[in-house]
């Protein structure tokens, strides 16, 4: 049992390159998450999703864009990297009413 | 708008010592809270949650945590730290909802 995959692991990328990363969970979770963790920030939400083909923002998803196109992945976009888009980028996923959250071990990015 | 505050950013503490962690949060009814922890190059791991009843709830690793409406506080205890504690640990809160938003974090270092 996998639980949550993300892929990749690091990636450095030049200002104004786009990627994409992916979440993959294999445990039937209707909920999705991406976050964003900075040092002295925590995480901050950026995108969510409630069930395959939903998605919904959440407190910065500017310069992000997301997709559940089916129910087991979870992809975030960078259109247009920026330095500012640095971070680690942290998956997670759960069942609903609250239930804990299962978390990938994340994806360092770069951006010169 | 619900929100977490852990208000301190570092703490160091013998091993064999006692250990309490801080949060209070804030929302307008009754919250779900929950402690993850973070170690060094990976994703978080549930300690402990509430959602009702007893208010101290017992976590995994020996951890414990209280709520107290009237302090808007869910605080992280352990009688006796191990080296092995040394992490990031975080708390956080959501109504039921889809949403879950943690706190900027604690970092715990111990001494030997």
């Known amino acids: 049992n996998a639980g949550v995959t993300q892929t990749p692991k690091f990636r450095v990328l030049k200002t104004g390159q786009s990627m994409t990363l992916l979440c993959a969970q294999d445990?039937?979770?209707?909920?999705m998450y991406w976050y964003r963790q900075d040092p002295g920030m925590g995480l901050r939400l950026i995108h969510y999703?409630?069930?395959?083909?939903?998605?919904a923002k959440g407190e910065v998803p500017d310069g992000y864009n997301v997709s559940r196109l089916k129910k087991q992945n979870f992809l975030l976009g960078l259109e247009s990297a920026a330095p500012s888009q640095t971070s680690v980028y942290f998956c997670?996923?759960?069942?609903?009413?609250?239930?804990?959250?299962?978390f990938g071990s994340g994806t360092q990015l770069s951006v010169l | 708008a619900q929100s977490v505050t852990q208000p301190d950013i570092h703490i160091t503490v013998s091993e064999g010592a006692s250990l309490e962690l801080r949060c209070n949060y804030s929302?307008?009814?009754?919250?779900?809270l929950f402690w993850y922890v973070q170690s060094p190059g990976q994703g978080l791991q549930l300690l402990l949650k509430?959602?009702?009843?007893?208010?101290l709830v017992q976590g995994i690793k020996g951890f414990e945590a209280e709520f107290k409406r009237s302090q808007s506080s869910f605080n992280l205890r352990k009688p006796s730290v191990h080296w092995s504690d040394a992490a990031e640990y975080f708390c956080?809160?959501?109504?039921?909802?889809?949403?879950?938003?943690f706190g900027t974090g604690t970092q715990l270092k111990v001494e030997l």
């Open positions: 956080a809160v959501t109504g039921g909802g889809n949403k879950l938003t």
């Open positions: 997670a996923s759960r069942r609903p009413e609250g239930e804990k959250l299962f």
């Open positions: 929302y307008g009814a009754t919250p779900y």
């Open positions: 509430y959602f009702s009843g007893d208010t």
């Open positions: 445990m039937n979770h209707e909920y």
């Open positions: 999703s409630v069930g395959e083909g939903t998605t």
